[in-house]
Structures are given as C-alpha cells and as structure tokens.
C-alpha cells in the first residue's frame, strides 16, 4: 500500500443477493442469476427485475424512517450504517466537519412520483403528499446518510447515469487527495424497480423481453443477449487516506489506487462505436494509479446485456488488455442497479481481490466470434490477484473506471 492510496476500512453491500458482504459474497459465488417475476412491474412488456429480497426496513432503520424514505434512501442508509461499523468508525467520536459523503444516483426515485402524476392529472394536486420532493430527489441520499450518521463535511450526490456511482468514488478520492476531507462515505444507491422506469427504458428497447425464463435474461458478452435486467441495491465504503487508516491501525480491506473519467461527445444513449471515451477513461485511471494494462490482474465489466453496450466493450478490452485478464459482469447475477451498480461492483471487485477468488458470470454459453473474452463462468475461479478494473459507462456518454489494489 503506497502513501497515496485511498484505504477502504469499510464496506456496506446489499444487493439481489443479499444484506451485507458475507451474503452477497456468498450468493455471487455461485453464478446464478436472481432474477424474477416481479409482482411490482405485472402488465408491463417486462414483467420482471432482480430485487432486494425481503428487505427489512423496520427492522434495521425504525418504523418512523422506513415510512419516510423511498427505496434507495433505505438502502443508502442501511448501506452507510453497515460501512461505519466495518471501518470500526464512532459517529460519536469522528471530526465531523471532515466526514464527507458522496453517493452516485442515477435519477430521481419515480416510486414516489407515481400516485402524484395520477393525482395531478385528476386534479387533485392538494392531495399529494410534501414529502414527495425530500424523499425522491436523487440529492437526498447523501442527504439523509449525513443525517443519519452526523457526518457535517462536503455532501453531495453524483449524477451520471450508469455511473453515477464510480463517479461518487472517483469524486471522494479526489476529496481525500485535495485534503478537503479526512473521511469520505461514499457509493452508490438506487431502486430501479419503477413501474415508470421499467416502460421507459422497455420503449427504448434497453430491456430483456425474455419473460418466460428471467433467469436467464442477463447474459452479458452473450450471442443472444437481448437487453438488461432492472435491479437496485447500494454499496458505501468508508475511504480514508492511506496514512490516516494506518495511524488509527484500521483493518485495510483494500485500495482505490486510480480513477478516470470522460464523455464520449457521441449520442445521447449509444456509445462510441470505437470506445474512445470509454479508452481514453480507462487510460486515465491506469495513469492515476500508477500501472499499465499489463498490471491488471482482473476487469469486472460493465457487462450490461445490451447487443451493442457489450461488443463495444468487448471489443475495448480485447484492443486495450492484450494480455486478457479474466473477466466478470456482475449485472448477470444481480441485474443493473443503475446508478447504484458502479459502486456495487467496485465493492464486489474489492472482494474479489481480498479472497482471490473471482465470481462467476451467469448466463454465458457463446460469445461473439472475434470478441471472446477470458470471462469466468459456471463457477469462481482462484487467482493471485494484486491490482484490478472496474468499468461504467452510462447513457449521455459518461464513463467513470477505477482501479482497485488488494491490501496487501
């Protein structure tokens, strides 16, 4: 670990796969998608998602939170609460001033927004509740994550699309490095499990129709993928620079030794044909951590079941890792969780690296011809691992890379 590095002492995960590292872990493992008929989304083209299960909002956050938040409030707040404790952090005792928080969400939270369009449109806006805007706008996250945890230094929330949250670390780091803070929570949180989401992104064609099996309708890097699978969920780690984590003799679960990002100036939702925003972030992050391509020893990809999101990546990496480091897409197991999924898959890469172990991809049988990757599947594969690359790329272009180091 090199004095520049920003230590991660904490991670809070949940996802489709569970509530907390260990279940998450556990269930990634064993490479199979969770994705389902989802009672939510009936009579819609798709009719199904991968969800958190059986989340226990009451039980964990209080009956009067539960109420008041949407989904990827809870989310981000459980997720929060779970990295503090791991980083062995006393909210009571910390300088708060310098505790910052930064979470990547994607859009607003439409769950609210749905009785209200109704109401307004009967012409009953004095029926619709005033809590609909504080708990819905994506600022809130972060928001209510300080709130919660007393944390009074730099709070805000990044909006990139599906990278929203590998730009929120990409962000803290940056924070840590400027001295502007000591402590940064930061990740991603969202429900993409809208019924307004899921018509949208199903008119534009993004979604998987395959409704009769939805298990197998995340299939990254796959022949016949034809389109992602909704999810939500929400990873926060606590970062400190490295120095600081060492003088308090915290448990360093890992590094985030580099960030890139950039746009790729192409279209509103395709990306660059020949990856060149997508390159030249990868570039940057490879830069900013000190290696070079040679020096990755994993990639988790951005992977997202999209004919053209995987070739176009598929093809990057091929031109960009000549060496072809084995290759995971998380979004085959847990669905995409939007502007949550960056920083669920930073966490997961973090783990990956910490067991040496990495998680199988679901779904895969064939891969294109000339764009075959050395992607794991069917079930996890041990490997020596020192430095590894998580990619997101999101709609307007936006791609946010980062560069995880293990611990040791």
Known sequence: MDTADIAVTGIGLLSPAGIGCEENWHRLCQGESLAATDPQLGGLRTDFSCAVPDFPAEALLGRKLARRLDAFGLFAVVAARQAVADAGLDPGQWSAERVGVVLGVGSNSLHTYEKPFQLLNEGRAGHISPFAVPRSVPSMAAGEIALDLGARGVTFTTSSACASGATALGTAMDLLRSGRCDVVLAGGSESARSRMTAACFSR????????????AASRPFDVDRDGFVLGEGAAVMVLERAPDALRRRARVRGCLAGYGAGADAHHPTAPDPQGRGAEAAIRAAL??????????????????????NDETEARLLRRLFPSAPPVTANKSV???????????????????????????????????????????????????????????????????????????
Request: glycine share 10%.
């Open 287 to 308: 830069a900013d951590a000190g290696c070079t391509a040679s020096d990755i020893d994993h990639i988790n990809a951005h992977g997202t079941s999209t004919p053209l």
């Open 204 to 215: 534009m064609g993004a979604l998987s129709s395959r409704c009769t099996d939805p298990a």
């Open 334 to 408: 847990l669905g995409h969780a939007l502007g949550a999924a960056g920083a669920i898959e930073a966490a997961i890469t973090l783990l990956s690296l910490e067991h040496g172990l990495i998680p199988p991809t679901a779904n895969l049988a064939l891969q294109d011809s000339g764009l075959e990757l050395d992607i794991v599947t069917k079930q996890p594969r041990p490997r020596r691992m020192t430095m590894a690359l998580s990619t997101s790329f999101g709609f307007g272009g936006q791609n946010a890379v980062l560069v995880m180091k293990s611990a040791m």
